[in-house]
């Protein structure tokens, strides 16, 4: 059997780049016979593959495009809009992995989270579904944390306040986080060399940095650094924002939930000064009360990447926190306990690292999921 030809766009951005690692690291490529396109550079050297070289193709060259058996995107809903379409109706059949949200909601996709939803992407799979798009970052971490409590079918409603890392944003706004830190710093660093500044002298610079015309917001439009943001995408009803509509329809979805088994999922989403680690403080109300070991179960037990954290200190704030799990599959939840609300009332924290479960790992395993399906 030959290998499929699959054709990835968008490799050397921040998602792309995370998705090459980790292809490379569970040797995926043996499996496939890769193309890499550039929406850029064309006809440039592209990355060396299991030792052989490979030459960048043209990621708007629809002919190009056609031959290939798979695309994997992580270029953008720019690049989805543009291509997608014209493509299916040039009569191309493959399959279309894609990181960007253009294509979520249509009925003709199917969201990735396969330790979550693996019944639902073969049921797909096996109707003809070609389309297999990555969720929303912050939805697939909570449901990677929290997956346990909805497939025991026990949650009647959640409400997630999120801590979103800049890196959800894109390269250009972790740069801008880390300039933002390095001017704050440059700015204050000769009081803080003082011992005689006085940390009133020492706030007010800061705050007056923070202000000024010169400081860096050339992407966000304000200071992230010292600051949050409650705010994220754009309005879509009654003050709330896009990606907080995300959150309840975007989860039902990956549930395979229709209108009337809907569960209600909406809450605050935050953008923070961490650099690519989202976490979110759930509340849940809970269908009758449950003993909160039973709960704990639950969650833990749901698929090998859960790390359930104690709800104490020192475990907390060792391991439960953006630095902790950044750079590993780990989704970590901790502070699970009940609230003085009502027995039925629980909160979790849950903190994951966007750019993998929240962004190229669903990607790859989709990849592994079509390549072993043959």
């Known amino acids: 059997m030959s290998e499929k030809l699959v054709g990835f766009v968008g490799y050397r951005g921040m998602v792309g780049s995370v998705l090459m690692d980790r292809m490379q690291q569970e040797s995926d490529f043996a499996g496939i016979d890769p193309v890499f396109l550039s929406t850029s550079q064309a006809g440039a050297v592209g990355p060396v593959i299991e030792g052989q070289e490979t030459v960048l193709a043209d990621a708007y060259d629809l002919d190009q495009l056609q031959r290939l058996d798979t695309i994997v995107t992580c270029q953008g809903s720019d690049y989805t809009q543009r291509v997608h379409d014209s493509l299916r109706q040039g009569g191309w059949n493959g399959y279309w992995i894609d990181a960007a949200s253009e294509l979520r909601m249509q009925d003709s996709s199917i969201l990735l989270l396969d330790p979550i939803n693996r019944s639902q992407i073969d049921q797909a799979l096996d109707s003809g579904i070609k389309d297999l798009i990555g969720a929303n970052c912050t939805v697939s971490t909570m449901l990677m944390g929290l997956g346990g409590l909805f497939k025991n079918d026990v949650v009647e409603w959640a409400q997630p306040d999120t801590y979103q890392a800049v890196s959800g944003a894109g390269a250009v706004y972790v740069k801008e986080l880390l300039q933002q830190m390095q001017t704050l710093g440059q700015a204050t660093t000769e009081m ?3 011992p005689a500044a006085s940390l009133a002298d020492i706030d007010k610079k800061a705050s007056q ?54 569960i209600a999922v909406d809450g605050t989403c935050v953008r923070v ?3 690519r680690s989202h976490a979110q403080a759930v509340t849940i109300k809970l269908k009758q009360d449950i003993p909160l070991e039973q709960i704990e179960q ?60 929240g962004a190229a790992e669903p990607l790859r395993r989709a990849l592994k999921i079509i390549v072993e399906r043959g």
Not at 233 to 249: L, N, P
Not at 250 to 261: D, I, P, Y
Not at 317 to 342: C, E, W
């Open 273 to 275: 000064g961490s650099l």
């Open 192 to 194: 803080l060399d003082d």
């Open 209 to 262: 940095t923070l202000t000024s015309s010169d400081f860096p917001i050339n992407n966000f439009g304000y200071p992230i650094a010292g600051n949050i943001l409650p705010w994220i995408d754009s309005e879509v009803t009654a003050g709330q924002s896009r990606e907080e509509w995300k959150a309840e329809v975007e989860t039902n979805k990956l549930l395979g939930l229709s209108a009337l088994q809907a």
């Open 298 to 357: 639950m969650i833990s037990s749901a698929h090998e990447w859960v790390k359930f954290v104690p709800n104490n200190r020192e475990a907390t704030l060792s391991q439960l926190t953006p630095v902790a799990v950044s750079g590993t599959l780990d989704i970590a939840v901790g502070r699970v306990r009940k609230l003085s609300l009502g027995p039925e009332y629980l909160t979790a924290f849950v903190v994951g690292d966007q750019l993998l479960w």
